[in-house]
């Protein structure tokens, strides 16, 4: 009894050390996303890291004793530092916004990915027409999920998609007039995606959406950014809306420096988007 509860202790202590370890080398290297956009694809996995550390604190407190016990939390402790670098000013940031009420005149935009293996379009499709937004950005709106697409040319009188006029996987639908209007492949611009201005009683603005790839490989989705940011510096930033899926975790330094860039108020700080049914490869 005595062998197995010596060899538990050394699982633990083990497990507590491997954490630690792993943990610590990607959390740093995390920071090094400042610098270099292979090190910031890091960065989206920095609660995995976060999670590491902390399960090496706990481990290495109740199973370690003495210097190992001190090395086990000093490597969780690092961890925590490091992460909370990343993640803590989007996390204040998220905190520290305040909620406004909604009022009966209010524009009302909806950003949905909709998926293109989408299994049940019925339910985006109808989820989306109660919705009654003024302006919907739909991202893959092509395969499984055309059917929505088709619903929503059908719902809304305004339309424009990443080609212009021509079937295109991001679409822009609205209920207000599109004074102007372009996708940004029709501009000849590497992007998904589309942008229009809209006559409005209160003053005309601008809504852009656009579909990033993944942020890894590092390159393509930083490319990506810097054309985007170019794309938008035409419009007022007192009267435009930027939407889009960015494939990217909020306290990645890509979108930091593209916050920068755009010069724009975020408003999805620390926003969880997680799939709203089932999801698998």
């Known amino acids: ?29 995390c920071l090094g996303g400042a610098f270099s956009d292979r090190l910031d ?8 890291w976060l999670a590491m550390g902390l399960a090496a604190m706990i481990l290495g407190y109740v199973f370690a004793r003495n210097d190992e016990r ?26 520290g916004a305040k909620r406004l009420a909604a009022r009966p005149d209010d524009l009302k ?25 003024d302006v919907v950005i739909l991202v ?34 609205s209920k207000k007039r599109m004074i102007a209007r372009a996708g940004f492949l029709e501009e000849r611009r590497d992007l998904m995606g589309a942008w229009a201005t809209f006559a ?13 790839v993944w942020p890894m490989p590092a390159g393509p989705q930083q490319q990506q950014s810097q054309r985007m940011t170019a794309a938008i510096a035409r419009f007022d930033k007192a009267t435009t809306i930027v939407t889009g899926d960015f494939n990217s975790t909020p306290w990645s330094f890509t979108m930091k ?15 969880a988007t997680w799939p709203s049914g089932k999801f698998s490869r």
């Not at 943990?23 to 290297?29: E, K």
């Not at 929503?152 to 079937?167: E, Q």
């Not at 420096?257 to 926003?271: C, E, N, S, V």
């Open 1 to 29: 009894m005595d062998l197995l509860l010596r060899l538990l202790s050394l699982m633990f202590r083990g497990t507590a050390l491997m954490f630690g370890l792993v943990g610590a080398a990607f959390a740093l290297a």
């Open 200 to 212: 409005d009683p209160k003053g005309d603005f601008t809504v852009a959406g656009v579909h990033y």
């Open 41 to 48: 694809a890091f960065t989206h996995f920095a609660p995995l």
């Open 109 to 133: 935009v909806i950003q949905f990915n909709v998926w293109h293996d989408n299994r049940t379009p019925d339910l985006a499709r109808r989820w989306l027409l109660d919705q009654d937004a």
């Open 70 to 95: 001190k090395a086990m939390m000093g490597l969780g402790l690092v961890v925590t530092v490091a992460c909370s670098v990343l993640m803590a000013p989007d996390l204040l940031a998220a905190a």
């Open 140 to 173: 893959e709106g092509g395969g499984r999920s055309w059917p929505v697409v088709k619903a929503l040319k059908a719902f809304y009188p305004f339309s424009v998609s990443c080609a212009g006029k021509r079937a295109c996987d991001t679409w822009i639908f």
């Open 257 to 271: 420096r593209q916050d920068k860039a755009f010069g724009l108020d975020r408003r999805t700080h620390a926003l």
